[in-house]
């Protein structure tokens, strides 16, 4: 129900804006998530925006300013775009909806057991 895409392979400093389609309107419900998981570690929390989209809006510090996420209910597609990207950043990204209207955040952490419907990964490799 969820299509991530525009995964890529960059240099650092690079730009990059992905895309999370949903297949149904009920999308506009829901905060929308995205998560990321490199080889090797946990999946985290990236960003989060809630159902309105000019309500709460929630990023991991290590995106924070970096990374802005936004969404369009009326395509009902949400987007990640990151800029000045880092080796770090490099991971398999992910967008999954939120079982609310609002971003589930405890201590400035996603809680990933929230999200309840998930997209398949798009890869993100930043390397020089």
């Known amino acids: 129900q969820l299509q991530a895409s525009g995964g890529g392979l960059l240099q650092p400093g690079g730009s990059l804006r992905l895309s999370c389609a949903a297949s149904?309107?009920?999308?506009?419900?829901?905060?929308i998530g995205w998560f990321r998981q490199a080889p090797g570690k946990e999946r985290e929390g990236v960003a989060c925006?809630?159902?309105?989209?000019?309500?709460?809006?929630h990023y991991a510090d290590s995106v924070q300013g970096r990374f802005t996420i936004s969404r369009d209910n009326a395509k009902n597609t949400a987007y990640l775009q990151m800029d000045r990207l880092k080796p770090e950043d490099t991971a398999v990204y992910y967008c999954?909806?939120?079982?609310?209207?609002?971003?589930?955040?405890?201590?400035?952490?996603?809680?990933?057991?929230?999200?309840?419907?998930w997209g398949q990964g798009t890869q993100v490799t930043v390397s020089s």
């Open positions: 925006i809630s159902r309105n989209g000019g309500g709460t809006v």
């Open positions: 999954a909806t939120d079982n609310g209207p609002l971003c589930t955040v405890i201590q400035d952490n996603l809680q990933i057991p929230d999200f309840g419907i």
């Open positions: 149904r309107a009920t999308f506009r419900d829901y905060a």
